[in-house]
DNA sequence: GTGTGTGAAATTCTTCACAGCG
DNA sequence: CGCTGTGAAGAATTTCACACAC
């Protein structure tokens, strides 16, 4: 069976998710989703078709509940399964997501941390095991990480993208402010570049005034 | 003049102007709509169409020149406006950001920090001044804000994001693993919730295996 | 009243196809 | 040949509208 979950339904899908793990760990019972919409920016129905693609689970009139629902998601999106995770490049960025406190207990623990300067490796203060750059591809393997975090300078983006790709890795966030080339058949790919996310916002501004000319 | 450019579109001029401002600084003089495609993992087309959004500006049969291009995104996307940006919340997280170097140079020069922890305010090593939370909207409204990054933790976004707001921030880049509700028709605002994104990947590795079960 | 579920309509976005240029 | 520009076609996504339940 295939499921059909549109792109932007997906996402949307696993924001829903973390937040029905609050909501649940909060104590709350039952959520509508009007209640979801309100806190996550959209709309209800949208938030009622996105969990519709995943099939019937609501009760009608009453809402949803939190606990059925959040394992619903889980298993319809396979996220279920736990996968280890590493950080490539341990400047101040790579660092600081190395330590972020809101993994434990996502089910993405990160398992290693990788630099090119030994020095990194040894003044760094962590329980996760690090390991110079050269071993990507064997420490993936070995630790059989999924899930590669780049934090790297510009220019080191496309290297330790395919190392991380050769280890075998199945999905890559990437930080750094470059892009790498890979085949898109084999990995997923984020890119997530601090200075665009600023530049988008600043022509949203730009062009909301109705007495920008052009 | 109304300037109707699909979101997606928009999102993806902002990647391609990032990415010519690396090409000019490279002395590359032209690029083709197949070239940058190829870079940013879009089809040709996409990005002609995208380009085209803003009026004709490339040479028919010789692609585009990097800095017409350039320039003629920045001014049709009112990226020639420099904005003030600030970060709130100086943990590991939000003190990498404020020290980010890839923002020098970006036009979006960080001009504040705040926390409200005393003590991270006096012991950050940073040429940023630093402000104690509860003088947000004052220093937001003095120093003329723009742009708010939050990195604080999740119990203290909505606070955090309606002081932003008060002292007339236009855009929030909500690194916090919370969301926090707003009026959209003031203040654009992007969540990038970095266990969300693991948990994306996650999802389409699942979901992309054929054998998975429902 | 407030809710969910869902096919159909409407809209947005992408892709196609090709004219015309170097 | 490869390149851009662009209207038209097509696909993807969102919104609507309403049946039905509490």
Redesign the interface.
């Given at each position: 069976?295939k499921?059909n979950?549109p792109n932007p339904a997906?996402?949307r899908?696993?924001?829903v998710?973390?937040?029905l793990d609050?909501l649940v760990a909060e104590g709350v019972l039952r959520v509508s989703s009007t209640r979801i919409g309100?806190?996550?920016?959209a709309e209800a129905h949208t938030i009622r078709k996105d969990i519709n693609y995943l099939g019937e689970i609501g009760e009608i009139g009453s809402g949803y509940d939190t606990v059925r629902l959040r394992d619903h998601i889980r298993?319809?999106?396979?996220?279920d399964?736990k996968?280890n995770?590493c950080v490539v490049g341990l400047?101040?960025?790579g660092?600081?997501?190395l330590?972020?406190e809101?993994?434990s207990g996502?089910?993405?623990t990160i398992v290693a941390g990788f630099d090119s300067n030994i020095n990194k490796l040894e003044t760094a203060i962590t329980s996760v095991p690090l390991f110079p750059a050269h071993e990507i591809v064997d420490v993936v393997r070995e630790k059989n990480i999924?899930?590669g975090?780049l934090a790297v300078p510009?220019s080191a983006a496309q290297e330790a993208a395919d190392r991380l790709i050769e280890g075998g890795v199945?999905?890559?966030?990437n930080f750094s402010?470059a892009?790498f080339?890979y085949d898109?058949s084999k990995i997923?790919?984020?890119?997530?570049?601090?200075?665009?996310?600023?530049?988008?916002?600043?022509?949203?501004?730009?062009?909301?005034f109705d007495n920008?000319?052009?």
């Open positions: 069976m499921l979950v997906l996402v899908l696993c924001t998710y973390r937040l609050k309100r806190i996550i920016g298993y319809r999106l396979g996220l399964k996968r995770s400047g101040r960025l660092s600081a997501i330590m972020y809101p993994f996502s089910g993405y999924e899930l975090i510009a199945r999905g890559i966030v402010p892009m080339s898109s997923y790919v984020t890119h997530i570049d601090i200075v665009r996310e600023l530049t988008a916002l600043s022509a949203y501004i730009s062009l909301s920008f000319k052009h």
